[in-house]
Nanobody
Framework: VQLQASGGGLVQPGGSLRLSCAAS????????ITWFRQAPGKGREGVAC????????YVADSVKGRFTISRDNGKNTVYLQMNNLTPEDTAVYYC????????????????????WGQGTQVTVSS
């Protein structure tokens, strides 16, 4: 049972990346999946959530209008599409699942998530 995050890299300001969070050993349905990020010297913050129980989503104000979260049921994968990236988006991005509960919609508090991927580095720089 694990999550595998991928898709990070180096991109210029204004560019785009798509991160993937692939689940293995279990189905993402009906759990909440959230992307968090941690910039150097800062705490981990929730960026976007997808609730498989009701297909609801949540995107943090800091990235609203630029980031989109989605899910591919067939691939058991959640994606984070990031557009118009800025240097402030530079961070290690983690995906996490709450497999202890189901049907609670979206939430982005760290302590609610028990299963974490390994993180993927996103660097936005010219």
């Amino acid at each position: 049972v694990q999550l595998q995050a991928s898709g990070g890299g180096l991109v210029q300001p204004g560019g785009s990346l798509r991160l993937s969070c692939a689940a293995s050993g279990f189905s993402l349905d009906p759990y909440a999946i959230t992307w968090f990020r941690q910039a150097p010297g800062k705490g981990r913050e929730g960026v976007a959530c997808f609730s498989s129980s009701d297909d609801s989503t949540y995107v943090a104000d800091s990235v609203k209008g630029r980031f989109t979260i989605s899910r591919d049921n067939g691939k058991n994968t959640v994606y984070l599409q990031m557009n118009n990236l800025t240097p402030e988006d530079t961070a290690v991005y983690y995906c996490a699942a709450d497999t202890y509960r189901a049907g609670y919609g979206c939430y982005i508090s760290l302590e609610d998530y028990n299963l974490w991927g390994q993180g993927t580095q996103v660097t936005v720089s010219s």
